[in-house]
């Protein structure tokens, strides 16, 4: 029995030195474990920190030796896409007054339509565009530091109370217009975009505009004269209680956005940047320039207007062929005359044609263009005209712009681009997509 107990005995400390074995393997298993998770861990939070935190500092453009950040492109980005985003649920709600099945609204229809695709179109260009809307800030930020323009915060708190206020149906206050009359347009051969330098911000799905004012601005062909106009009910003042819940409104808007008020601020004084920096331009735009008088007689197909091209050079008039087979409407009345134009009054196609025409009466061969198909006569050509008063005045509405396409090419002017789809905000990416749409 002695014997049975030692073997007992020797055999449970075996198995006491197996167990300790064993739960070392198990303990070091344990922390190659806990290693291997810290390091997950680790590299997860270093990828968010790189892809959230510390990438807002990279630099996606550098403009004459400013370097701009991805921090102010998000923002710029996110503050662009939203802006349309509310114009496209503005042109939605003006939709729904209408009746589908109307066919007498159908071409008002039409023009909403047009307008909404052109909504989504500038959408899907959001994330090239604002890198391209910060490199143009920066260059009037640098002109107007040279110029000594500056915004104060008082301006660009009375900017933002303004916007508040005419979003609510405040009449803004006239701005003292630029030296010059009012310009009134007079072509609408080739309507392009182009950015409104003076307009403040908006962020507001809040519609601008009144449905009779948007049809009177779309399909009305006349002026009604009114002698007396009805005048309107008088507004209430804002009061300071009421101003503050329209500005709490406003940064809870641009929380939406995932911006911040401040970058908000930033946006709202580039545009007072821009409107300042655009009305010094304009007391140097040049008023004379080289144009051209023209005719021309537009027809639907290229048949046609071979046609007319050899009944023109067999000698007949072109104001009577034009009067009598023009498609343009006023033909009827003006004989298929243009008037006097500047280079780029025209879509690219018909501008290429005219220009190249040297010698007074000639014509051109028939033109493509969106419009149909055109013959194009040279009335007469001038190096210097004098510009009349509405040019003038639509050249120094356009002077920043004009600025900005001379100063991005010009010698001393250096722009580089860093730009990476990993800089696009993840939600401005998600717009991208059709579904989205």
Known sequence: MAKKKRSDSIETRKQSRMREREQEQQRLIFIALGIVAALIVIILAFGYWRTTIAILDDTIAIVN??????????????????????????????????????????QILQFYQQQFAQEQTQLLQVPGQALENLIDDELVRQEAAKRGI????????????????????????????????????????????????????????????????????????????????TPLPTQTPLGPEAYATEVGKLKENIGKGRYSFDDYRKIVEINLLRARLN????????????????????????????????RLKAGEDFEKLAQELSTDPSAKTNK?????????????????????????????APVTTTFGIHIIQLVEKDANRALDAEQVAGKKLRALDDWLKQIRVAATTTIQRFFSTDYVPSEIKRLQTPSAQ
Request: proline share 8%.
């Open 279 to 310: 009305d010094a331009l304009a007391n140097d735009v040049d008023t004379t320039a080289e144009q051209i008088h023209l005719r021309h007689i537009l027809v639907k197909t290229f048949e046609e207007a071979q046609k007319i091209e050899e």
């Open 65 to 106: 030796n400013v370097p701009l950040k991805v921090r102010d492109y998000q923002a710029r980005a996110r503050y662009d896409s939203q802006v349309i985003l509310s114009r496209m649920a503005q042109i939605q709600e003006q939709v729904q007054q209408f009746d589908e099945n109307d066919p007498s609204m159908q």
């Open 336 to 364: 298929g005359d243009l008037g006097w134009a500047t280079r780029g009054n025209y879509v690219t196609e018909f501008e290429d044609a005219a220009w190249a025409l040297t010698n007074p009466l000639q014509i051109s």
């Open 150 to 229: 500056k915004i104060t915060p008082e301006e660009i708190d009375r900017e933002i109370e303004l916007g508040i206020k005419e979003n609510l149906g405040y009449p803004r206050p006239t701005r003292t217009p630029t030296e010059g009359p009012s310009p009134t347009p007079t072509h609408t051969h080739t309507p392009t975009l182009t950015p409104t330098n003076t307009a403040t911000p908006s962020v507001s799905p809040t519609a601008t505009a009144t449905l009779s004012a948007t049809l009177t601005a779309t399909a009305q062909a006349t002026a009604t004269m009114v002698n007396t106009p």
